[in-house]
């Protein structure tokens, strides 16, 4: 028998698909021919009645048994219209193209627990009828009386009949046939049910409930009804009332045999619809296809799991969009940064910038002003990401349009502070430090405000150039008191942000966690002082790593000046 099975299975599944294009918009009818294995077991166990002959002894002739059968397609297609008519009206409407574009799921989470409601109200309806049919049929025929333990194998036979194995197998149906509407509704992403607290509704279909469904239903339940049908049978010595209860046993016995198969095979496949759109959904995110998703079949547990896949899906989706974003705005931020100028006689320059993020708060300029001198600037924007790379774009439009109105350099930095002032908040300030060369005379005017000491390596030693001015943006009011220098053949600048005096050691080594610190760095120039200027940048980034630096905490800036020797 079990080798038949696969061949039931093929020809089920090519007779529905038959079905529904020819039902194509008859979504009730379509329904409720899905549910043909209900009629097919009642006439299975009228057929097995009636060859062991308790047709016969309760007086059922074929005409009666027809008109069961017609009343029993009759209860069951009233119950399957009512369990199916919300969905039905609304895929009418749908399919005139004046109703909703899609399911209403939450309609379709409500489809297992009207099936189990009016199957078993209709099961214990027509179970009533029919037994109350036969016993008046038994009694008008006068073939044998019927005694206590014949009708208590009658009552049980044909109720658990009609009151477990149709509503379980119609509730079964019912989920099986709500996967493939679904599936034929896809794309479909609506969440589950994600409350943590199961409702009935939901509970039928949950994952940890099917088991003991199907125990019960298949397991405990039929085994105890033939327990009870091998006690009423030797608990007697007339043989007609023997045979009676055995021959009932055996049709219960038969139509449970058939109705389990029937039963394990829905809920499997059931389940393997579910588990292969899973794991087309994992296929997704092995491939990197985010822009796909899985269609959430079922409104319970395994629901909530494709919801996650579907938010895991859209969030690397919007990961892949913001690195696609931040790898544009890292584009745009180095387009800022301007080269460092090879075409001033006596002078090299060089800078370099290298953010803990995509996109950071430190900043570079070289700008030439319309009379040849240059200035120099580097800043250091508090905070990091994007937030500091919009202020960097701000003040580097700011600096270039000053640069270009030849604006005097202490009212342009009073003009900064004043529009920092306006346009920043939360405590959020710039350090800057600011520098006015003058090639010809070698003239430095520079100011700091607020910003990590530069340092100037003379042959005297290392002097750092102290800040005299707040950071900009903190107040409107600042006194700006530029300071000039006078460069002598060799002298060497170096303007940095604090990301490399404060880069820390490997916690718990040589140095303890220490930071690297500024008098490090003086030290690290001043055995620099012979070294080609393109070459720093490279060394210091190699001397942090050797110092015990492992990850980098914050943006790292240089912007270097040298007069070269006479």
């Given at each position: 028998?079990i080798r038949f099975v696969p061949r039931v299975i093929e020809l089920y599944s090519s007779s529905m698909s038959m079905i529904q294009s020819k039902f194509r918009h008859a979504t009730t009818v379509r329904y409720i021919l899905h549910l043909w294995p209900l009629p097919l077991l009642f006439l299975i166990a009228q057929i097995t009645m009636?060859?062991?002959?308790?047709?016969?002894?309760?007086?059922?002739?074929?005409?009666?048994?027809?008109?069961?059968?017609?009343?029993?397609?009759?209860?069951?297609?009233?119950?399957?219209?009512?369990?199916?008519?919300?969905?039905?009206?609304?895929?009418?409407?749908?399919?005139?193209?004046?109703?909703?574009?899609?399911?209403?799921?939450?309609?379709?989470?409500?489809?297992?627990?009207?099936?189990?409601?009016?199957?078993?109200?209709?099961?214990?309806?027509?179970?009533?009828?029919?037994?109350?049919?036969?016993?008046?049929?038994?009694?008008?025929?006068?073939?044998?009386?019927?005694?206590?333990?014949?009708?208590?194998?009658?009552?049980?036979?044909?109720?658990?009949?009609?009151?477990?194995?149709?509503?379980?197998?119609?509730?079964?149906?019912?989920?099986?046939?709500?996967?493939?509407?679904?599936?034929?509704?896809?794309?479909?992403?609506?969440?589950?049910?994600?409350?943590?607290?199961?409702?009935?509704?939901?509970?039928?279909?949950?994952?940890?409930?099917?088991?003991?469904?199907?125990?019960?239903?298949?397991?405990?339940?039929?085994?105890?009804?033939?327990?009870?049908?091998?006690?009423?049978?030797?608990?007697?010595?007339?043989?007609?009332?023997?045979?009676?209860?055995?021959?009932?046993?055996?049709?219960?016995?038969?139509?449970?045999?058939?109705?389990?198969?029937?039963?394990?095979?829905?809920?499997?496949?059931?389940?393997?619809?579910?588990?292969?759109?899973?794991?087309?959904?994992?296929?997704?995110?092995?491939?990197?296809?985010?822009?796909?998703?899985?269609?959430?079949?079922?409104?319970?547990?395994?629901?909530?799991?494709?919801?996650?896949?579907?938010?895991?899906?859209?969030?690397?989706?919007e990961r892949e969009a913001l690195k696609d974003s931040l790898a544009i705005a890292e584009e745009i931020q180095q387009g800022l940064l301007s080269e460092a100028p090879s075409d001033i006689p006596g002078y090299t320059f060089c800078a370099f910038e290298q953010s803990c993020y995509s996109v950071g708060g430190d900043y570079y300029d070289?700008?030439?002003?319309?009379?040849?001198?240059?200035?120099?600037?580097?800043?250091?924007?508090?905070?990091?990401?994007?937030?500091?790379?919009?202020?960097?774009?701000?003040?580097?439009?700011?600096?270039?349009?000053?640069?270009?109105?030849?604006?005097?350099?202490?009212?342009?930095?009073?003009?900064?502070?004043?529009?920092?002032?306006?346009?920043?908040?939360?405590?959020?300030?710039?350090?800057?430090?600011?520098?006015?060369?003058?090639?010809?005379?070698?003239?430095?005017?520079?100011?700091?405000?607020?910003?990590?000491?530069?340092?100037?390596?003379?042959?005297?030693?290392?002097?750092?150039?102290?800040?005299?001015?707040?950071?900009?943006?903190?107040?409107?009011?600042?006194?700006?008191?530029?300071?000039?220098?006078?460069?002598?053949?060799?002298?060497?600048?170096?303007?940095?942000?604090?990301?490399?005096?404060?880069?820390?050691?490997?916690?718990?080594?040589?140095?303890?966690?220490?930071?690297?610190?500024?008098?490090?760095?003086?030290?690290?120039?001043?055995?620099?002082?012979?070294?080609?200027?393109?070459?720093?940048?490279?060394?210091?980034?190699?001397?942090?790593?050797?110092?015990?630096?492992?990850?980098?905490?914050?943006?790292?800036?240089?912007?270097?000046?040298?007069?070269?020797?006479?």
């Amino acid at each position: 028998m079990i080798r038949f099975v696969p061949r039931v299975i093929e020809l089920y599944s090519s007779s529905m698909s038959m079905i529904q294009s020819k039902f194509r918009h008859a979504t009730t009818v379509r329904y409720i021919l899905h549910l043909w294995p209900l009629p097919l077991l009642f006439l299975i166990a009228q057929i097995t009645m009636r060859l062991t002959g308790n047709s016969d002894f309760l007086g059922l002739s074929l005409r009666t048994s027809g008109i069961d059968l017609s009343l029993f397609l009759l209860f069951f297609i009233l119950a399957a219209a009512w369990v199916y008519w919300p969905m039905s009206h609304i895929m009418r409407h749908q399919s005139l193209g004046t109703g909703q574009s899609r399911l209403d799921y939450a309609m379709m989470a409500q489809l297992p627990w009207r099936a189990l409601k009016a199957y078993f109200v209709t099961g214990a309806i027509f179970g009533t009828c029919l037994i109350i049919l036969l016993l008046v049929l038994s009694e008008l025929s006068g073939n044998a009386p019927l005694t206590f333990r014949i009708v208590i194998s009658l009552v049980l036979s044909v109720y658990f009949s009609t009151l477990v194995l149709a509503p379980a197998l119609g509730v079964a149906i019912t989920v099986h046939y709500g996967l493939i509407l679904r599936l034929s509704q896809t794309p479909n992403t609506a969440p589950a049910n994600t409350s943590g607290n199961w409702s009935p509704v939901y509970s039928l279909t949950d994952s940890s409930h099917r088991p003991w469904l199907v125990f019960m239903v298949t397991g405990l339940i039929p085994a105890s009804l033939l327990a009870a049908f091998i006690f009423l049978v030797a608990g007697t010595e007339v043989e007609a009332e023997e045979h009676f209860i055995a021959s009932q046993g055996l049709v219960l016995f038969t139509i449970y045999i058939l109705a389990s198969i029937w039963l394990v095979f829905l809920m499997s496949h059931s389940l393997k619809l579910v588990t292969n759109e899973l794991a087309k959904g994992l296929q997704h995110l092995r491939h990197g296809r985010f822009d796909a998703t899985v269609p959430v079949l079922t409104d319970d547990d395994l629901g909530e799991l494709a919801s996650g896949l579907n938010t895991a899906l859209q969030g690397l989706k919007e990961r892949e969009a913001l690195k696609d974003s931040l790898a544009i705005a890292e584009e745009i931020q180095q387009g800022l940064l301007s080269e460092a100028p090879s075409d001033i006689p006596g002078y090299t320059f060089c800078a370099f910038e290298q953010s803990c993020y995509s996109v950071g708060g430190d900043y570079y300029d070289f700008i030439i002003l319309p009379d040849g001198r240059m200035w120099l600037v580097i800043a250091d924007v508090a905070g990091k990401g994007y937030p500091a790379a919009l202020t960097v774009a701000n003040l580097q439009a700011m600096l270039h349009v000053l640069a270009a109105e030849n604006v005097p350099f202490e009212k342009a930095v009073d003009y900064i502070n004043k529009a920092l002032c306006r346009t920043l908040a939360g405590g959020r300030f710039v350090t800057l430090f600011m520098a006015k060369l003058q090639p010809q005379s070698h003239s430095l005017l520079w100011l700091n405000a607020g910003h990590v000491p530069p340092m100037l390596l003379r042959k005297s030693g290392v002097e750092r150039l102290h800040a005299s001015t707040p950071p900009l943006g903190l107040l409107p009011e600042i006194g700006i008191e530029p300071q000039r220098i006078e460069l002598q053949p060799g002298d060497l600048l170096l303007a940095y942000t604090d990301g490399v005096t404060e880069t820390h050691s490997v916690i718990g080594g040589d140095m303890g966690g220490e930071m690297f610190g500024d008098q490090r760095l003086a030290d690290w120039l001043t055995i620099h002082r012979g070294s080609s200027l393109e070459d720093l940048p490279e060394d210091l980034l190699r001397t942090l790593k050797l110092f015990g630096q492992t990850t980098q905490e914050d943006d790292i800036t240089l912007l270097c000046l040298q007069r070269e020797e006479s």
